[in-house]
């Protein structure tokens, strides 16, 4: 599967950014997809996943509440809304494609990757 994520950008505290992961080979509805992040100095961690179904999603406690995941089959799109953003929200952020259908936070879950896109959000 190729990823292209784009969307990321710089924002005030409090502000919004709608990230997208465009996806290409694999069938797109056949697995679930995720998010995750990389701020410096740190190991990349899980933010959202969506199952290949649209049914279940899956949430960091970091962002419940603040980010929302989706994605259009039709389109084969995955899109992650941030709200309420906050300084520690600054990161690369990657779109990720899982194994199989059913959603993971788990990293080696996920066998193919975006590039990344960075956010930046000032205090």
């Known amino acids: 599967v190729q990823l292209q994520a784009s969307g990321g950008g710089l924002v005030q505290a409090g502000g919004s950014l709608r990230l997208s992961c465009a996806a290409s080979?694999?069938?797109?509805?056949?697995?679930?997809m995720g998010w995750f992040r990389q701020a410096p100095g740190k190991e990349r961690e899980f933010v959202a996943a969506?199952?290949?179904?649209?049914?279940?999603?899956h949430y960091a406690d970091a962002v419940k509440g603040r980010f929302t995941v989706s994605r259009d089959n039709a389109r084969n799109t995955v899109y992650l809304q941030m709200n309420s953003l906050k300084p520690e929200d600054t990161a690369v952020y990657y779109c990720?494609?899982?194994?199989?259908?059913?959603?993971?936070?788990?990293?080696?879950?996920?066998?193919?990757w975006g590039q990344g896109t960075q956010v930046t959000v000032s205090s």
């Open positions: 080979g694999r069938t797109f509805s056949s697995y679930a």
């Open positions: 990720a494609a899982a194994t199989s259908w059913s959603i993971s936070s788990v990293l080696d879950e996920y066998s193919d």
């Open positions: 969506i199952s290949g179904s649209v049914i279940s999603t």
